[in-house]
């Protein structure tokens, strides 16, 4: 029979797509969401894509007593946990939402499947947890030093799985650094729409060449790196998805926890960026040039050569793919899933 794997968060950018893969790979994803930051039609999508009607749970990863009918309802195999809020501004001025979702949602998450003897659990963390690196691209074992509340909440979790899997070495955990997640599914029917004015440069990008912003405000054009701009390491959100499914059946196969940067071991500027989304959309892109972002970091890339090692996955799509696969995402939904 399939295994049911519980995708918290699975309405979101990088759950939606996860699920995709799972299905692929044969697994059956159940999402349990609150929609705080995303829509239910998702669903319908999913559906035109797997072929599948997928479980869905709304509901709260902190809801205690839903968690254990949840475990108790069906025999899930594993948990992937994406459920969180993600942007690092809120998380400076709002710290107590960000350690209550990130922090005590992952834990009630751990005691729920720990109560119903489920011991596989992949966790979203992110290559914020480095903070500023001394060099890139950056190992596994590098130093931790996150400058938001955000990076800290990630951490605690990440530490407190680690105190986990040491009091009970029989789990199965996959600690997993995200460097920056961009694209969508090929099909162009999931994607990512955040609310509001996108903080994030591949969201913004992707409006201005639909026409709903007027220019790119590039931020910093000053930096130590080839052109100036900032350098980050994108990946696509498809490749991380199977990424998931990677860690999920290195997980099968022995207990173990493992830590891995998840990214594509290069690094691309903000003007490389735009120049590989003027080729995908075939249209030019108006940008200028303005001030350093506050906190931002020049220039980081991840070493992925630990996750290629343990889970055989490594990162195959290009930055013209990114581009291409995000243009066609927006392109057709312009509103995201309205
Ligand atoms: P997203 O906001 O699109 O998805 C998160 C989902 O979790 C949303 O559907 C939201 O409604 C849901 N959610 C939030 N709080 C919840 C709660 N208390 N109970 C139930 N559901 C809840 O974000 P994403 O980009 O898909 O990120 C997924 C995970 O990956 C997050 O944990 C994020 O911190 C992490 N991450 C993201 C990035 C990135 O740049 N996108 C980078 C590194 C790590
Ligand atoms: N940028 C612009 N203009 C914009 C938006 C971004 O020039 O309108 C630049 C930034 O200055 C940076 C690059 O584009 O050089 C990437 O910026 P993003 O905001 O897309 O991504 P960040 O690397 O700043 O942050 C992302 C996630 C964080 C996460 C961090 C760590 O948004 O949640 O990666 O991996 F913590």
Same mark, same amino acid.
């Given at each position: 029979m399939s295994q049911r794997i519980l995708v918290t968060g699975g309405a979101g950018f990088i759950g939606s797509h996860t699920c995709v893969a799972l299905a692929a790979a044969g697994y059956v994803p159940v999402i349990l @969401?609150?929609?705080?930051?995303? @829509?239910? &039609?998702?669903?319908?999508?999913?559906?035109?894509?797997? #072929?599948?009607t997928l479980q869905f749970i709304q509901g709260d990863v902190r809801d205690a007593a839903l968690l254990a009918r949840v475990f108790a309802e069906t025999p899930f195999a594993a948990a992937i946990h994406f459920a969180g809020l993600k942007a690092v501004g809120d998380s400076v001025s709002d710290p107590l939402a960000y350690y209550d979702t990130?922090? #005590? +949602?992952s834990l009630m998450l751990a005691s729920a499947m720990r109560d119903a003897g489920v011991n596989t659990l992949i966790f979203s963390s992110s290559a914020t947890v480095y903070g500023e690196p001394e060099h890139s691209p950056i190992p596994e074992d590098a130093a931790l030093r996150p400058a938001? *509340?955000? #990076? &800290?909440?990630?951490?605690?979790?990440e530490q407190a799985l680690v105190d986990l899997y040491r009091s009970q070495p029989g789990w199965r955990i996959a600690l997993l &650094?995200? %460097?920056? *997640?961009? +694209? =969508?599914?090929?099909?162009g029917l999931i994607g990512e729409h955040p609310h509001g004015k996108p903080n994030?440069?591949?969201? %913004?990008?992707?409006?201005? =060449?639909? +026409?709903q912003r007027d220019k790119l405000q590039i931020h910093g054009g000053d930096y130590p790196t080839p052109d100036g701009t900032g350098v980050r390491d994108y990946v696509h959100v498809m490749d991380l998805a199977e990424g998931h499914v990677a860690a999920l059946k290195h997980a099968e196969i022995q207990s173990s926890l493992v830590t891995l940067n998840l990214g594509t071991g290069q690094g691309a500027s903000v003007l490389e960026v735009v120049r590989a989304f003027e080729r995908a959309s075939g249209r030019p892109l108006p940008f200028e040039i303005g001030p350093r972002r506050p906190g931002d970091v020049p220039a980081y890339w991840g070493d992925p050569s630990l996750a290629q090692a343990t889970l055989g996955w490594r990162a195959r799509r290009s930055l013209d793919q990114m581009c291409a696969d995000s243009w066609r995402w927006q392109q057709r939904n312009p509103e995201g899933y309205r």
């Open positions: @969401d609150n929609l705080c930051n995303s @829509d239910v &039609r998702v669903l319908e999508r999913l559906h035109q894509i797997t #072929g599948s990130n922090v #005590g +949602g938001s *509340p955000y #990076g &800290r909440s990630k951490l605690m979790v &650094r995200y %460097f920056n *997640p961009v +694209g =969508a599914h090929e099909s994030n440069l591949m969201p %913004f990008v992707c409006q201005v =060449a639909v +026409g």
